[in-house]
């Protein structure tokens, strides 16, 4: 993605790998499964997922740099406001039950 002010970059997990661009593409992917995971119809997570993207970007736009799990959480807060379900399992993907 791409703001007035340049690209706005990624910091990964951890630190493993350098900062990469935000890619909406793939933000739009894993919360689309997220929600077809919790039961929806893959036609109503495509919405919710194009709606979430977007509510995301906004907040973006004054961001220059934030870390995978600032985007994690922020996608999770929207998400859970259009299925609740849905965005308990985007928050928790990665956590070790």
Do not use: C, N
């Amino acid at each position: 993605m791409t703001r007035e002010g340049g690209p706005v970059h990624i910091i990964k997990r951890h630190g493993r790998r350098g900062p990469e661009e935000f890619d909406v593409a793939k933000l739009h992917k894993s919360i689309v499964a997220a929600t077809v995971s919790s039961g929806v119809h893959h036609g109503h997570a495509e919405s919710i997922a194009k709606k979430v993207t977007e509510e995301v970007t906004e907040w973006l736009a004054a961001r220059h740099e934030v870390t995978s799990d600032d985007i994690r959480r922020v996608a999770g807060k929207f998400l859970r406001t259009h299925h609740p379900d849905a965005g308990y399992l985007y928050e928790q993907h990665r956590t070790t039950l």
